[in-house]
């Protein structure tokens, strides 16, 4: 279709129209046709994932195709365009090609093919379509899709433990050490400093005559953090990360973690907390959801209010009446306990949730909002500091 676009194109370089045929594909009539070597192969590869926008008279129909629906006549397989796309183009383009193909144009095979799944980048948007799709997968398959799930995971940890660190362990760091404590509290690194003076030359030796303790084990003493997520479809990037920052609190001593999930029925996840892979493997996205059973469950959890954090992350949208689940999140807070509602956790933070029930849980003592996984750990500092 011709564009002012492409119109105004013609007035610059021949590069600036070869991008715009690129970018154009099939449908860039009023520009001439690609010529440069290679220009044909970067052009089919490209086709293959964006002429699915449109259907052959030029009709745009990507929400009315079929998952594998398609525009063009390409033959490419989808390996061979994995195959394509790490051969023609850099890495940061490939990855945003992959998650397109994922996201909005639902190319399921990326994760249901042994082969297709070896070759993809390990990426956020694929862990997402395994953990959609990890009920049909065939033996082979899964144990591919575990890998994949693990590696991103570890990079999501990666990328926030420091975080953790700077809210949590890092702010004690100042604090005095101590000559009593438990071998949990044990500060090898104080403890030599410490001894140094002791050193036998003619042993080769340092002789520990006192070992030091740390305090800050004892500042999260009791503290029980209960991180509560909706595992309905629209909630899965937050379930992702919220298993990632429940799998990094429950390695910290005496910090009482658990991870519940839940829809219409609720779990406990609690066992699998440590290993992050084996609680998202756990996770059945659903489509109901009953908060106030999901808060009536983490409430027999609670042992010293004034030392529990509940954070319910869900869209807010109750499968049921609101009654219960007011009615539950108001006596847990009247009673000490610190709930924090978020509607998103995730990158952008960007919140879509039922409003007005939003606005009763303020009501009833709750915080509510949405947070970045970086955001959530620094309020979870404030408060357990």
């Known amino acids: ?29 009023a520009l001439p046709p690609l010529g440069g070597a290679g220009d044909g192969e970067l052009d089919e590869t490209l086709g293959y994932l964006y002429d699915r926008e449109y259907s052959e008279d030029g009709r745009e129909q990507r929400q009315d195709v079929e998952r594998m629906g398609g525009g063009g006549a390409s033959t490419l397989t989808v390996p061979d365009w994995i195959n394509r796309l790490q051969r023609l183009f850099p890495r940061e383009t490939y990855e ?8 909005r144009y639902g190319i399921e095979e990326m994760v249901t093919d042994a082969e297709v799944l070896s070759r993809c980048e390990p990426s956020l948007p694929l862990l997402e379509a395994i953990l959609r799709l990890k009920a049909v997968m065939d033996p082979g398959v899964l144990a591919a899709a575990r890998r994949v799930v ?28 101590t000559r009593r404590g438990s071998l949990r509290s044990f500060d090898p690194k104080v403890t030599i400093r410490r001894n140094l003076r002791h050193y036998d030359r003619r042993r080769g030796a340092l002789v520990i005559e006192r070992p030091w303790f740390s305090r800050q084990i004892r500042q999260y003493a009791d503290w029980r953090v209960i991180v509560c997520v909706d595992q309905s479809g629209s909630m899965l990037r937050s379930v992702v990360h919220a298993s990632i920052i429940a799998s990094i609190f429950a390695e910290i001593p005496e910090l009482h973690t658990h991870l519940v999930v839940f829809d219409t029925q ?20 659903g489509g109901g959801t009953n908060i106030a059973r999901a808060v009536g469950y983490c409430a027999e959890l609670v042992e010293q209010p004034r030392r529990t954090v509940v954070v319910l992350i869900t869209d807010l949208y109750e499968g049921g009446g609101p009654g ?42 709750a915080e509510v909002g949405a947070m970045t996984p970086k955001s959530l750990v620094r309020w979870l500092g404030e408060v357990l500091g």
């Not at 945003?96 to 996201?103: G, I, R, T």
């Not at 779990?267 to 609680?279: C, I, S, Y």
């Open 1 to 29: 279709t011709s564009t002012s676009a492409p119109d105004e194109a013609k007035r610059h370089s021949p590069e600036l129209l070869r991008r715009w045929r690129l970018i154009l594909g099939q449908y860039a009539m």
């Open 96 to 103: 945003k090609l992959e998650a397109e193909a994922l996201e």
């Open 150 to 177: 693990r590696e991103v995971a570890e990079s999501l940890r990666a990328a926030l433990i420091q975080d953790v660190d700077a809210a949590l362990s890092g702010r004690v760091r100042n604090q005095r050490p």
């Open 324 to 365: 219960r689940l007011l009615a539950r999140t108001q006596r847990l807070t009247e009673s000490g306990v610190k709930v924090l509602v978020l509607a998103a956790l995730d990158e952008e933070g960007r919140p879509d949730y039922d409003r007005d029930l939003g606005q009763r849980m303020l009501a009833a003592g």
């Open 266 to 285: 609720v779990v406990d996840l609690t066992q699998q907390v440590r290993d992050p892979v084996e609680a998202l493997m756990s996770v059945q996205l």
